[in-house]
């Protein structure tokens, strides 16, 4: 066992097992005490190479992870504190082969429950090479603005509630991890603070004793006052009473035992430690305590009062000048974590991506506020979705069915227009859907597809300003624009789409109001006169129809209307129509398993019709 101080400012440590609140809980606390290199040299995760993102003070830093404990002692020469975050089952052979190391002083074993006959293995091991085991079943320990492992001491407040991010005159030792929390701002209040607290664990077996730090204790010049606070269960405190008796340690001691209680209980209690159980008299608190008074240390008559005992053994000393009190500095702020301060209120963060059409966060997804349970109850469509989706309202039956309606007329409009012929290609020459899909989407523009919003743009434009078609037209023709939603290269005045005569009639039977399409249609008869392919085609039916649904179902503003037509809603029709016919024709030519057809003199797409 050593024999002076495990820990300094400089005293770096490995951290096996990957947990990223205690790692930034000890960063934290090295800033809070000014130091200039972090405590955590590296990170051992098995199986894992890399580096792990944490915060040094303000400074994100990169903490090195290896995949064995040897790579890490080997990278990390200086590091000679293992802190052991493994589980149970797996403490004891991380923890030997962490003893193994040469440079590997002081192990702290946080797991509960390790078995003892592993424990005893560890701890002989240990002595043998003279090695210091804190735990198993310990938080730690922790010295005063140097050092301290994992979550001891609790937060950054207890931390400087209790003014740990500088030394003090008194060292401490307790079984119990949450205790030594407790005595640590009971010490505070007592006294000018702690140098070095160590929480050696409360299983049966200890890596190491009480009596170990006390003795480590003594041979500490900075440390005045020793304080212990034992519990019932096992014979640990009887080595401090020996330790005591012998004259080896010159300092006061103030000691406690708990867990007098138990006698008040008819049987047998088991406390929360594994160790903390009486199995007669001597293993009594009531035994251990009389044992350490008449041995020499101060036992107060109650846990009660063992703040005022401390504080009156304190106060002795700087009397007699042993102790000269340890001036307060003003700690750095430690930067909070982002998380945090907005779950506590304290900061207001922008999101980086605002959505007001879809919300997940329920128990069920919401469109536009609607649960999905009830789309599916009600039996929406398609149409109803999109009208959630991009319009952020539910719209009347006969615009959800005109919305569906465009969708089934554009899916395809053959193999040979632009953006299926992209597609047909894209998938001969063995690329996977998506890009088949993209390869045709990209095509789609003014002359494929977006006439759609152009349409809905200037039809709009002309009939608000109550322009005649005569004038439309032809100031369209001195701007050198051509009509957009006008003209067919195939169909003409005796050959007329038949998906326009579909859309026009259902928009007569069910629209309340189609003034934009009748001046269309008004357009195209003055087109017409000029050349006999000039009608209106399917993109102007659908731009105008889409402004006359926008005006007539009345729950659109003016100034959405603009917008809808500005950003291109109209556009997404027709984008989301044919997304379904070139994913068809994909499949189709996956199935047909044919190889891009290359002639000899010129590169020619052949298109059969099957």
């Not at 005595?183 to 299983?203: C, F, K, M, P």
């Not at 894209?426 to 002359?447: F, M, Q």
Request: aromatic share 8%; proline share 5%; with cysteine.
């Amino acid at each position: 066992m050593a024999t002076g101080q495990l820990f300094s400012r400089t005293t770096q440590a490995l951290f096996y097992n990957f947990k990223q609140s205690p790692i930034q809980r000890m960063l934290d606390f090295d800033f809070l005490c000014g130091r200039e290199l972090p405590s955590v040299a590296g990170i051992v995760n098995p199986g894992s190479e890399g580096f792990q993102k944490l915060f040094f003070g303000q400074e994100e830093i990169a903490v090195p992870v290896h995949g064995s404990v040897q790579g890490a002692c080997k990278a990390h020469p200086t590091a000679d504190v293992f802190i052991n975050f493994a589980s149970f089952r797996s403490a004891y052979a991380s923890s030997k082969e962490a003893l193994e190391q040469p440079t590997i002083r002081v192990i702290a074993i946080i797991a509960e429950g390790v078995p003892e006959g592993d424990t005893k293995k560890l701890i002989a091991y240990a002595r043998a090479h003279n090695k210091v085991i804190i735990g198993p079943a310990t938080v730690g320990g922790i010295q005063a603005g140097a050092f301290k492992i994992g979550d001891t001491a609790g937060t950054l407040d207890n931390i400087i509630h209790c003014r740990l991010y500088r030394p003090g005159s008194v060292g401490f030792v307790s079984k119990s991890g949450g205790m030594s929390n407790e005595l640590y701002n009971v010490l505070s209040r007592a006294t000018d603070g702690i140098y070095e607290g160590i929480a050696i664990g409360g299983d049966v077996y200890p890596g190491s004793t009480l009596s170990d730090h006390v003795l480590r204790f003594n041979n500490i010049p900075q440390i005045k006052l020793i304080v212990v606070l034992g519990e019932l269960g096992g014979r640990d405190e009887y080595s401090l009473v020996e330790a005591l008796r012998q004259g080896k340690v010159h300092k006061p001691v103030v000691a406690w035992v708990s867990g007098t209680c138990a006698r008040l209980f008819k049987s047998e209690v088991q406390f929360g430690h594994a160790g903390a159980k009486s199995g007669g008299d001597l293993e009594s608190a009531q035994a251990k305590n009389s044992a350490l008074q008449g041995a020499g240390a101060i036992v107060p008559t109650s846990y009660e009062a063992l703040e005022g005992t401390i504080k009156e053994t304190y106060e002795k000393l700087v009397a007699e000048g042993v102790i000269i009190p340890a001036s307060d500095t003003t700690p750095p702020i430690v930067p909070e974590d982002l998380s945090v301060a907005v779950k506590n209120g304290r900061v207001r963060a922008p999101t980086h991506i605002v959505s007001t059409i879809c919300d997940d966060r329920g128990e069920e997804p919401r469109y536009a506020g609607v649960p999905m349970s009830t789309i599916i109850e009600k039996d929406f469509g398609v149409g109803d979705v999109i009208s959630l989706l991009w319009f952020k309202r539910s719209l009347p039956l006969y615009c959800t069915k005109f919305i569906e309606m465009c969708i089934m007329l554009c899916a395809d409009h053959g193999p040979c227009v632009s953006g299926a012929h992209n597609t047909i290609v894209t998938s001969r020459a063995g690329k996977d859907l998506v890009s088949c899909l993209v390869s045709g989407l990209l095509t789609i523009g003014p002359r494929f597809g977006g006439a759609v919003d152009d349409a809905a743009r200037y039809f709009k434009d002309a009939y608000d300003k109550k322009l005649s078609p005569y004038d439309f037209v032809e100031s369209m023709k001195k701007r050198g624009i051509r009509v957009p939603g006008i003209g067919h290269r195939i169909k003409s005045r005796d050959n007329r789409d038949k998906r326009v005569e579909l859309l026009q009639k259902y928009a007569r039977s069910y629209f309340p109001s189609v003034k934009y399409m009748e001046y269309a249609v008004k357009v195209e008869e003055y087109t017409l006169s000029k050349a006999n392919n000039l009608l209106l085609n399917v993109d102007g039916c659908i731009g105008t129809l889409f402004l006359d649904l926008l005006v007539s179902c009345a729950m659109f503003t003016q100034q959405e209307i603009d917008e809808i037509v500005e950003i291109g809603y109209l556009n997404g029709l027709f984008v989301l129509a044919r997304s379904i016919g070139l994913i068809g024709h994909t499949f189709d030519q996956k199935r047909l398993k044919q190889p891009l057809y290359r002639h000899p003199w010129e590169d020619v797409l052949y298109t059969k019709y099957v």
